[in-house]
C-alpha cells in the first residue's frame, strides 16, 4: 500500500527542492582532487555543485527522475547566463520579481527540452507568490515544511521565538530556547501522530523499506529516531549555519548560511567549472553501462535501502557495473536509515578475479564514518558508510 501511495504522490512531482546530505562529510571523506571523477545521485542537485567547486574533473549527476535533473539543469543555466545578483534571488531568497520574463529570455534557451516542458508548467515556483511563497515551500518536501511553519507561527505564534532560536549566541542558549519554548509546541501529541503516518514520510520522499528499518532497528521506532535527530540538530549543532533546517524554518537561505554554491566569491568560478557537470537521467546501473569515463569517486546517498529489499537482482547488477567502470582507487559514500546495514556483504559480483562476495571486495573507514555522523548538520540518517575498493577488485 506504501508504495502506491509513494508512487501517486511524487509521480510527476518535485521532491527534493534542496540537498538533505551534509557535503562537508563527503569533502572530508573523498578528499577531492583535480583528477577525479565523481558520479552523485542528482536528489537537488546542491552538492554536485559542491563537487564541483572542488575543482575535480568531471562530476556525473545521475537521477532516475527527470524533474530533479529538471531542477539541477535549471541551475546550470542560471549559473551561466545570469549575474550572481538574479542568480541569489532566484536561489538563495527563492523568489525573482522577474522571473517569468528573465526564465523565456535567458533559462529557457540554455536548458534542455525535457527540462522546459517541466519548467514552462512550473516557473511560477518562483514568483514569490500565493501561501507557499518562496520555491523552498515547493515540492512535496517544501510543502511539507511549510505545513510545520505554519502550524508554529499561525496557531503557535512562535515567529519571534523562532528568530531569537536561530540567532542564539551559543549552543547552551540555543538549548535552553529550543526545550523552554519550542520543543513541546513542536512535538505535540498530534505532531507526534503525524510523524508516524506513512504519508507524512511519503511527503518527504521516504520510502516503505526505509521506514520498516528504522522501526525495526531503532530503540523507540520511528517517531523516537525524528524527536532524537531533531533535538540533536537543535541542541548539539549550532543552528546559525545549519543552512539544511534554517531554509525550511525561513523559506530562504542567507549569506551566512548557504550551500556552498550559493556564495558571491564561489559564483564566477562556478561559470568556469559548470560544463564540467554532466546530467543524465538515468538508472546508477544504466549510467554506468552508457558512459566511457571511468570513475573514482561514488555518492550513493540511500538509495540501497530501497533496491536491497525491492530489487535485489537490480542491487547485484548496479554493483557489478559499478565496479566495470571504477578506478583502482574508488571511494564509494553511502547513507541508510538502518543502524546497521546488513545487505551488503553477501551480494555476490564480479570482480577482476571472478565471483566473489561483496563484503570481501570493500574496506570499510569505520572510524573516520562514525567521527564524521555525529557532525551531521542534516542528522536524519541512521548512518553513514565509507567503502573503498580492494586493490585488485577492478582491472587496472
Not at 521532491?15 to 562529510?25: G, H, S
Not at 521506514?211 to 529516531?225: C, D, E, S
Request: proline share 4%.
Amino acid at each position: 500500500m506504501h508504495a502506491k501511495i509513494f508512487q501517486m504522490v511524487h509521480k510527476g512531482n518535485l521532491i527534493y527542492n534542496t540537498c538533505w546530505e551534509d557535503p562537508v562529510l563527503d569533502q572530508v571523506a573523498f578528499g577531492l582532487k583535480p583528477r577525479d571523477r565523481v558520479l552523485v545521485i542528482t536528489s537537488a542537485g546542491c552538492n554536485a555543485l559542491d563537487y564541483l567547486l572542488a575543482g575535480v574533473a568531471g562530476v556525473h549527476a545521475v537521477d532516475m527522475n527527470p524533474i530533479q535533473n529538471s531542477l539541477l539543469e535549471l541551475k546550470k543555466a542560471a549559473i551561466k547566463v545570469l549575474d550572481y545578483d538574479d542568480f541569489w534571488r532566484m536561489f538563495g531568497e527563492g523568489h525573482h520579481p522577474r522571473i517569468r520574463e528573465m526564465y523565456h529570455q535567458r533559462l529557457r534557451p540554455a536548458i534542455p527540452e525535457y527540462a522546459r516542458v517541466w519548467w514552462d508548467r512550473k516557473i511560477g515556483y518562483f514568483a514569490g507568490k500565493g501561501w507557499r511563497s518562496s520555491f523552498y515551500y515547493r515540492g512535496t518536501s517544501g510543502l511539507f515544511a511549510k505545513l510545520v511553519m505554519t502550524k508554529l507561527n499561525l496557531f503557535g505564534r512562535m515567529r519571534t521565538v523562532i528568530q531569537d532560536f536561530i540567532k542564539a549566541p551559543t549552543l547552551e542558549k540555543q538549548a535552553e530556547i529550543w526545550f523552554s519554548k519550542i520543543h513541546k509546541k513542536v512535538m505535540t501529541p498530534s505532531m507526534r501522530w503525524f510523524l508516524g503516518r506513512q504519508f507524512t514520510m511519503t511527503l518527504l520522499g521516504v520510502p516503505g523499506p526505509q521506514i520498516q528499518q528504522i522501526r525495526n532497528q531503532y530503540p523507540g521506532g520511528l517517531v523516537q529516531f525524528i524527536e532524537d535527530c531533531i533535538t540533536a540538530v537543535t541542541t548539539k549543532l549550532p543552528i546559525h549555519d545549519n543552512y539544511f533546517w534554517r531554509v525550511y524554518m525561513e523559506g530562504r537561505y542567507h549569506h551566512d548560511s548557504c550551500p556552498s554554491y550559493l556564495k558571491e566569491e564561489n559564483f564566477e568560478k562556478l561559470k568556469g567549472l559548470v560544463d564540467r557537470l554532466e546530467i543524465t537521467t538515468n538508472s546508477v546501473e544504466g549510467f554506468l553501462k552508457s558512459t566511457h569515463h571511468r570513475i573514482n569517486k561514488f555518492t550513493l546517498l540511500d538509495h540501497m535501502d530501497w533496491m536491497a529489499r525491492k530489487n535485489p537482482k537490480g542491487l547485484v547488477d548496479e554493483w557489478n557495473a559499478l565496479i566495470q567502470r571504477a578506478q583502482p582507487d574508488s571511494v564509494i559514500l553511502y547513507r541508510s536509515a538502518g543502524l546497521n546495514v546488513d545487505f551488503l556483504d553477501d551480494l555476490l559480483v564480479k570482480t577482476a578475479h571472478g565471483t566473489t562476495k561483496l563484503g570481501d571486495c570493500l574496506l570499510h573507514d569505520t572510524a573516520l564514518a562514525q567521527r564524521l555522523h555525529p557532525t551531521d548538520r542534516v542528522h536524519t540518517y541512521g548512518s553513514f558508510h565509507i567503502a573503498r575498493l580492494k586493490p585488485g577488485t577492478v582491472s587496472e
